[in-house]
């Protein structure tokens, strides 16, 4: 007869499930540490906005000096890339690959970078938002990377209003087009 002693499960012992759901967040912050675009995927690690600008607060601070790309920060990966007067960053878990986490923030530069025309600044970026905001969605659903080609993520974000079937547009899409063809209907 043998006997085994019962362990209990700690995160050392644990082999962890795969998930797709590999992007904690995605932020693009001023270089005054100011939310300029903030999205989170995981409720449970940020449940709230105080706790989400309390994680970019510290973030910041230690990075905006920094000269590397890869921090580790309260148990969680964290990736960035600065330009000009904006910092571009991606969450994952502490044990997320770092690779793969970083193809997801050349995406999200290599993008905004491709849809600014190359002036990825914070005036260009707020002009520009609602195709930015968009190409993120194209990319990340949920914390599930769907997309990391820039080219892909440019081409799906930049369909133009004519291109959307009437049931799929905003309403102001819809007020913008009916605008235009009244305009065009008044100068025949």
């Known amino acids: 007869i043998h006997f085994y002693k019962r362990s209990t499960m700690t995160l050392d012992n644990v082999l962890l499930e795969p998930t797709l759901d590999t992007v904690k967040a995605l932020m693009i ?58 910092f571009f960053y991606v969450v994952g878990s502490g044990q997320e690959n770092e690779l793969l986490l970083m193809s997801v923030l050349d995406c999200l530069f290599n993008t905004c970078s491709g849809i600014l025309r190359k002036n990825v600044d914070k005036k260009s970026l707020c002009d520009n938002m609602e195709v930015i905001m968009l190409a993120l969605d194209e990319m990340i659903d949920g914390g599930m990377i769907l997309e990391s080609d820039p080219a892909q993520v440019i081409s799906r974000a930049a369909l133009r209003s004519d291109d959307i079937p009437l049931g799929e547009q905003t309403v102001a899409q819809v007020l913008q087009s009916a605008k235009e063809q009244l305009r065009w209907s008044l100068l025949k």
């Open 29 to 86: 912050l001023d270089n005054d540490g100011n939310r300029i675009l903030v999205k989170y995927y995981d409720k449970e690690t940020f449940p709230n906005v105080a706790a989400q600008k309390k994680f970019e607060k510290s973030l910041f601070t230690k990075t905006h000096k920094a000269n590397a790309e890869i921090i580790m920060l309260d148990g969680l990966t964290c990736l960035y890339k600065s330009s000009v007067d904006l």
